[in-house]
């Protein structure tokens, strides 16, 4: 099922856990990695969908480092790159709210501590992480 994306426009990617949080950034190691805001409520920061061959490269619209706002998953998270290393991802529309994914990575987040975001082939469940589910809400 398709879920209703309308490129080149601004919206918060909010998880369906019941926290009303938003995908935000932070630095590590001279990269800004992906992350759930670390309030309940907090939005974080808005993402723009650009259409490219199946999928979309999800931007988001604050960085640490000029020129990297687009989400790559590595072994280590999600994190910002420049738009020509962007990652293809794919939106899917289910019950509990819309997932992407990345050469088969479903996204995922931390459960305990703080919520870094993943790509993940499969999990086990209650073993600290969990499947992300997203609203969409335009800004």
Same mark, same amino acid.
């Given at each position: 099922?398709?879920?209703?994306?309308?490129?080149?426009?601004?919206?918060?990617?909010?998880?369906?856990?019941?926290?009303?949080?938003?995908?935000?950034?932070?630095?590590y !190691?001279?990269?800004?990695?992906?992350l759930?805001?670390?309030?309940?409520?907090?939005?974080?920061y808005?993402?723009?969908?650009?259409?490219?061959?199946?999928?979309?490269?999800?931007?988001?619209?604050?960085?640490?480092?000029?020129?990297?706002?687009?989400?790559q998953?590595?072994?280590?998270?999600?994190?910002?790159?420049?738009?020509?290393?962007?990652?293809?991802?794919v939106?899917?529309?289910?019950?509990?709210?819309?997932?992407f994914?990345?050469?088969?990575?479903? !996204?995922?987040?931390?459960?305990?501590?703080?919520?870094?975001?993943?790509?993940?082939?499969s999990?086990?469940?209650?073993?600290?992480?969990?499947?992300?589910?997203?609203?969409?809400?335009?800004?």
């Amino acid at each position: 099922m398709a879920v209703d994306i309308t490129p080149e426009i601004q919206y918060y990617m909010v998880i369906t856990d019941g926290t009303g949080r938003g995908i935000s950034r932070e630095p590590y !190691m001279n990269w800004d990695f992906c992350l759930l805001a670390n309030n309940t409520g907090d939005k974080g920061y808005p993402v723009i969908f650009h259409t490219k061959g199946t999928g979309y490269t999800i931007e988001i619209t604050s960085s640490n480092w000029g020129g990297y706002r687009y989400l790559q998953r590595v072994t280590t998270g999600v994190k910002l790159v420049q738009e020509g290393d962007a990652h293809i991802w794919v939106a899917q529309s289910h019950t509990k709210g819309a997932s992407f994914t990345t050469s088969g990575a479903s !996204m995922v987040y931390n459960t305990s501590g703080k919520a870094w975001l993943y790509a993940e082939e499969s999990i086990l469940p209650n073993f600290g992480r969990d499947f992300a589910f997203w609203t969409l809400d335009k800004v």
